[in-house]
């Protein structure tokens, strides 16, 4: 199945790019699609623990089960505000 993983702020940059297309087996969770999109790149590897990860546009735990066309977001951490 293919889904779309796009990638925001400082993982853009380090990917060098905001949206990667990825091909899966069926039943793949969320946390496998990472370990993958790590084992691909790296220089991620340090910010594994700490990403947000969404499905389309809901967040999501890592055992979430992938559906085909699905778009996954790969979000660093947010923090501000008063």
């Excluded at 990667?20 to 087996?25: D, G, M, P, Y």
């Amino acid at each position: 199945m293919q889904v779309q993983v796009r990638l925001f702020a400082t993982y853009r940059e380090i990917v060098g790019a905001g949206q990667l297309a990825w091909t899966l087996r069926d039943g793949t969770t969320v946390g496998q699609l990472v370990e993958a999109v790590l084992a691909k790149y790296p220089r991620l590897v340090g910010h594994g623990n700490h990403m947000l990860l969404a499905v389309n546009h809901e967040v999501v735990r890592p055992d979430s089960v992938l559906m085909e066309g699905d778009e996954v977001a790969l979000l660093p951490p947010v923090s501000g505000g008063a």
